[in-house]
């Protein structure tokens, strides 16, 4: 296995220039630049993230999610609150996020705490997804043993039919939070690799910005 990690390209680019000391004051906006560039690239699910979570036990955890906004009050994501995100959020709101668009050679990184959207927020984010997804979501068993396949297909199939007879429908365990940072590191790659990394740094008066060795 070495031989075959090694044979494989990493960081080989072209990757666009970056500019420290060209990028706006606060996160968000050099965040929605990026994010709109990995669009524009043409990557797929560019705003697929992995968020790391701990246990009750200080374990890390960690899976990969959709961004669903960005406002100025955070990063927002959706998930089941009975399931083992939402306990674990429960239990301690600290999170991270990690974006990675591998074809520009970038890299965003936050720190920071989750808390719950209001309930009209959590309502709609529901109701705006796929009947395929609402109804996996009211089978409300995320991450339990499963017996069967055909115990899956059932479960879901009643929901289905759940939200047939009621397209208002929402589950009761579905949580809306938002991911408020006091970090967000960016990090350009390089094909020489003299990357860039950049710090934001939340503080009362505002962000402060610091350049990091790679």
Request: aromatic share 8%.
């Amino acid at each position: 296995m070495k031989d075959e990690l090694r044979a494989l390209a990493s960081l080989a680019g072209p990757f666009p220039p970056f500019d420290a000391d060209a990028v706006p004051d606060d996160p968000r906006d050099l965040f929605s630049d990026w994010l709109r560039d990995a669009i524009a690239a043409g990557i797929r699910e560019p705003h697929a993230m992995v968020l790391s979570t701990v246990d009750g036990n200080g374990a890390p955890d960690a899976r990969l999610l959709i961004l669903k906004n960005l406002d100025a009050r955070g990063w927002h994501f959706a998930t089941s609150g009975n399931g083992p995100k939402g306990r674990q959020i429960a239990l301690n709101p600290y999170v991270a996020l990690t974006f990675y668009w591998p074809a520009l050679g970038r890299q965003v990184r936050l720190r920071g705490t989750a808390f719950e959207a209001g309930e009209p927020e959590r309502m709609a984010d529901f109701r705006s997804r796929s009947a395929s997804a609402r109804a996996a979501a009211l089978a409300g068993r995320q991450s339990e043993p499963l017996s069967s396949r055909s115990e899956l297909h059932a479960a879901i199939d009643e929901q289905v039919r759940r939200i047939q007879a009621e397209p208002d429908l929402v589950a009761p365990n579905w949580q809306l939070f938002i991911a408020m940072p006091h970090e967000v590191e960016f990090w350009q790659g390089a094909e020489d690799r003299r990357h860039h990394r950049l710090l934001y740094r939340r503080e009362k008066a505002g962000w402060r910005r610091e350049s990091l060795w790679p």
